[in-house]
């Protein structure tokens, strides 16, 4: 078990008071783990291969029932922790983690992801040359359950990217994905971490408190992680219907009242109505590559009638109708004999 977590606010000027210490990590890998047997052993390899050898990594298994403690008993390194609670959801894990972190900067990953090798290192030092951002975040490459890939580096170029006014920007539309982001524990710990009510988007609502602290340094010639895309995962699941879709965490971002207090009214219900869009056509998005095509003509035609501004986003439109083609060319699983 790890010391007692250090309660450092965030200081704007470089991480906080006890990152001087030589005898503490870097940065501390959060990682939130329930009934994740098929893929936590592949994800943790790729943690402790990291190029930054100086790492923590916090595993809070969050009442598994499957495997997932006996694998995790398998790694012998002593970089890893292992906490358990009972089953809590996966906020309430990463805040376990972030109370038990040791390091100046967090990194929270998800228990299927694969992070690059040098991803940690080459975060570290973005955020070590860049004291007054807040958090850094880098590209990330989509891969199905087998490990192919489902985006290619050529889509990179697409991506929103903002180097500046950060909060603006990601108010709008959620460009960062768990795993592809490296933050101030400081910072992490000043927004008191996520918000455990929230079930689907809870990541992006607590990037948003984040960005009301300060802007995130981009890093737009990086690929930080091979993000696994699994349909049965919450954010496939929460979404409910396309009438009545779950703009919970929409509704949290847009009520906060030190977001309120960065905008004036007018341009933030333009932001919102941005953030609606983007969510909804993701909805119709994940409905085609699970080929529920019933669910996504009724995603298109409720889509048409409450967003029809939808047409004036030019590159919400291209990247919708070329993910649906992606999906189309996409090899067919191989038949197994009876």
Known sequence: MS???????WNPSGGTAREGAATLPKVTVVIAAYNAEKFIRHTLESVLAQSLGNIELIVVNDGSTDCTQEILATFPDRRLVVLRQENSGVSAARNAGLAAARAP???????????????????????????????CFAHHIRIAEDGSELSTRADLRWKV????????????????????????????????????ALKLGED??????????????AMPDDIALQYRQRFNSANYRLRKSPARPNFAAIDAVFSNAAIQQKFLPAELKRLRRLAEIDAFWAGARNEYVQDRAIRFFKHVAIGAFLYPDSILRPRLVYLFLRGLVQHLRRPLPARTES
């Open 161 to 196: 990217f903002p180097n500046d006014d950060t909060l603006r920007h990601l108010i709008a539309k959620n460009f960062i994905v768990c795993g592809a982001i490296c933050i101030r524990t400081g910072a992490a710990r000043a927004v008191r971490g996520f918000n455990a």
């Open 204 to 217: 992006w609502e607590f990037w948003c408190r984040l960005a009301v602290l300060g802007d995130f340094a």
């Open 105 to 135: 900067y967090i990194f929270f990953l998800d228990a299927d992801d694969i992070l690059l090798r040098d991803a940690l290192f080459r975060m570290a030092t973005t955020l070590d040359q860049m004291p007054q951002h807040v958090a």
């Open 3 to 9: 010391d007692a977590p250090a309660r450092d606010g």
